[in-house]
C-alpha cells in the first residue's frame, strides 16, 4: 500500500517581508497611543484599532490577537516613548535621584499615562514588570546595607521604587496639587529619608 505524505512546507523568510510587518506593527501601536492619549483602554477594541490605523481587521488580529497581547506589546513599546527602558538602577546613594531621573518623563506623557494607570491589565503588566525588576532595586540595597535579611532588603526596594512610580507622581500632582517640581522634591525627600 503505498500511503502519501503531505510534504513538509517551505520554510519562506523575507526581509521585505519582515520589514513591512514590524511597520505595521509600529503603525498599529502608534495608532494605539493616540488613542490612549484621549480615551480609556477599555474603549479600546481590535476592531477600533484596525479603523485607527486604516487596516483590515485580520491584519491587527495577526499582530494581537487577543487583547491582552496588545496591552502586554504596547507595555513595552510605550517605555522606550516614554524613555523610561533604560534607567539603570543606581547604588544606594543615588536612589533620592529616582524621582528627578523619572518624572520628567512621566510629565511628558501625562494625559496617556493618566488614561492607563489605573486600569487591571496596566495593573497585572506592571506588577509582571515588577517580578522581573525586583533583583535590580534589591542587589543595591544588600549590598550597601549586608546586615539587612532577604526580606528586609526586598522590602526596602519596594518602599524605594514606589517614590518612582506613575502612580505616586500622578498622587502628587493630580490628588495633592503639587507642581511638577514640588512633586519631584517631595518624592526625592521621601526617597532620602527612606
Same mark, same amino acid.
Given at each position: 500500500?503505498?500511503?502519501r505524505?503531505k510534504p513538509?512546507?517551505?520554510? #519562506?523568510?523575507?526581509?521585505?517581508?519582515?520589514?513591512q510587518? $514590524?511597520? *505595521?506593527?509600529e503603525?498599529?501601536?502608534? $495608532?494605539?497611543?493616540?488613542?490612549?492619549?484621549?480615551?480609556?483602554?477599555?474603549?479600546?477594541?481590535?476592531?477600533?484599532?484596525?479603523?485607527?490605523?486604516?487596516?483590515?481587521?485580520?491584519?491587527? #488580529?495577526?499582530?494581537?490577537?487577543?487583547?491582552?497581547?496588545?496591552?502586554?506589546?504596547f507595555?513595552?513599546w510605550?517605555k /522606550?516613548?516614554?524613555? *523610561?527602558?533604560?534607567?539603570?538602577?543606581?547604588?544606594?546613594?543615588?536612589f533620592?535621584?529616582? /524621582?528627578?531621573?523619572?518624572?520628567?518623563? #512621566?510629565?511628558?506623557?501625562?494625559?496617556?499615562?493618566?488614561?492607563?494607570?489605573?486600569?487591571?491589565?496596566?495593573?497585572?503588566?506592571?506588577?509582571?514588570?515588577?517580578?522581573?525588576?525586583?533583583?535590580?532595586?534589591?542587589?543595591?540595597?544588600? %549590598?550597601?546595607? /549586608?546586615?539587612?535579611?532577604?526580606?528586609?532588603?526586598?522590602r526596602?526596594?519596594i518602599?524605594?521604587?514606589?517614590?518612582?512610580?506613575?502612580?505616586v507622581?500622578?498622587?502628587?500632582?493630580?490628588?495633592?496639587?503639587?507642581?511638577?517640581a514640588?512633586?519631584?522634591?517631595?518624592?526625592?525627600?521621601a526617597? %532620602? $529619608?527612606?
Open positions: 500500500m503505498n500511503v505524505t513538509a512546507p517551505r520554510s #519562506y523568510h523575507s526581509s521585505l517581508r519582515d520589514a510587518a $514590524a511597520q *505595521t506593527r503603525r498599529l501601536l502608534l $495608532a494605539a497611543k493616540q488613542f490612549l492619549e484621549t480615551e480609556d483602554l477599555e474603549k479600546l477594541t481590535l476592531r477600533k484599532l484596525a479603523e485607527l490605523a486604516d487596516v483590515s481587521a485580520p491584519t491587527v #488580529y495577526a499582530h494581537f490577537p487577543t487583547m491582552e497581547a496588545l496591552h502586554q506589546a507595555f513595552f510605550l /522606550p516613548h516614554i524613555g *523610561t527602558d533604560n534607567l539603570a538602577v543606581p547604588g544606594l546613594s543615588d533620592v535621584d529616582m /524621582p528627578h531621573r523619572v518624572f520628567s518623563h #512621566y510629565q511628558r506623557q501625562g494625559r496617556l499615562l493618566r488614561n492607563l494607570l489605573s486600569t487591571p491589565s496596566w495593573d497585572r503588566l506592571r506588577a509582571d514588570d515588577w517580578q522581573a525588576k525586583e533583583e535590580g532595586w534589591t542587589a543595591p540595597i544588600s %549590598a550597601a546595607l /549586608p546586615d539587612l535579611t532577604p526580606a528586609q532588603a526586598r526596602a526596594a518602599a524605594l521604587s514606589a517614590f518612582s512610580t506613575g502612580n507622581w500622578r498622587w502628587l500632582i493630580d490628588i495633592t496639587g503639587c507642581s511638577e514640588e512633586a519631584e522634591q517631595i518624592a526625592e525627600w526617597t %532620602a $529619608a527612606l
